[in-house]
């Protein structure tokens, strides 16, 4: 069964400083573990993924 929610790590996205996807997407491109995903012009953390991160 998949998680729901990350376990030991929770990733917030100040969107008041992200420049957006397409002026930037540097999280986007450069996550080897897909924890970021494209919610409209601003990414979004995958929750499932979030445990990946280091």
Known sequence: MEPTMSEFIKLDIDLDRCLGI??????????????????????????ANEDECT
Do not use: L, R
Request: proline share 8%; aromatic share 8%; glycine share 8%.
């Open 22 to 47: 397409e002026k930037c997407g540097k999280c986007i491109q450069i996550c080897p573990v897909n924890i970021f995903t494209s919610n409209g012009d601003y990414p979004k953390a995958v929750e």
